[in-house]
T-cell receptor, first 115, second 113 residues
Framework: AQSVTQLGSHVSVSEGALVLLRCNYS??????LFWYVQYPNQGLQLLLK??????LVKGINGFEAEFKKSETSFHLTKPSAHMSDAAEYFC?????????????FGKGTTLSVSS | NAGVTQTPKFRVLKTGQSMTLLCAQD?????MYWYRQDPGMGLRLIHY???????AKGEVPDGYNVSRLKKQNFLLGLESAAPSQTSVYFC????????????FGPGTRLTVT
């Protein structure tokens, strides 16, 4: 069984500050890990994903995440927040080699950016 | 390409009424999914399909039915709506499961009074 825990339902930062959104996962098999972003009244859009290989993954809009197997974490970071980053962010996990499985989502973290 | 589209965008139902939500994708994806999103709950899988003519239950299937008669369409039905089904419904599709990206539609906001 798989699960995802996002620490902090709401994170507030100032424009230009570091963004850190935390995600821990549980999986009995090697996972695929994703971060999605949802802007108000829109669907979800993929930010980045980890499948295999390099554990530091770069995504769109300057975001990156690092897969740490020993910590079962996949935290999302951005060095300098922009007002346009205000949105809800979802971490998700998927299993390898399981036909028909869908993504398991965390409960989401709302990012607020103040000027 | 339109990607994933959903019809309708908004709907208000009375308890006991029925309705069908339509999802269409033009990416020739095999896999399609229906999720519901509730505040503080993230997205939860209702039903999914691994190909035309197939459907399977997800995490929260009760009160919903689905059909995949054509590869590009995935329908979600509510036979007798209940207030607990007030939610935002998202359809998604992917080429394969696992490492492949899921593409999401814009959502349908459903209110059951």
């Amino acid at each position: 069984a798989q699960s995802v825990t996002q620490l902090g339902s709401h994170v507030s930062v100032s424009e230009g500050a570091l963004v850190l959104l935390r995600c821990n996962y549980s999986s009995s098999v090697p996972p695929y890990l994703f971060w999605y972003v949802q802007y108000p009244n829109q669907g979800l859009q993929l930010l980045l994903k980890y499948t295999t290989g390099a554990t530091l993954v770069k995504g769109i809009n300057g975001f990156e995440a690092e897969f740490k197997k020993s910590e079962t974490s996949f935290h999302l970071t951005k060095p300098s927040a922009h007002m346009s980053d205000a949105a809800e962010y979802f971490c998700a996990v998927s299993a390898r080699n399981q036909a028909g499985t869908a993504l398991i989502f965390g409960k989401g973290t709302t990012l607020s950016v103040s000027s | 390409n339109a990607g994933v589209t959903q019809t309708p965008k908004f709907r208000v139902l009375k308890t006991g009424q029925s309705m069908t939500l339509l999802c269409a994708q033009d990416m020739n994806h095999e896999y399609m999914y229906w999720y519901r999103q509730d505040p503080g709950m993230g997205l939860r899988l209702i039903h999914y399909s691994v190909g035309e003519g197939t459907t399977a239950k997800g995490e929260v299937p009760d009160g919903y039915n689905v059909s995949r008669l054509k590869k590009q369409n995935f329908l979600l039905g509510l036979e007798s709506a209940a207030p607990s089904q007030t939610s935002v419904y998202f359809c998604a599709s992917s080429y394969r499961p696992g490492s492949y990206e899921q593409y999401f539609g814009p959502g349908t906001r459903l209110t059951v009074t």
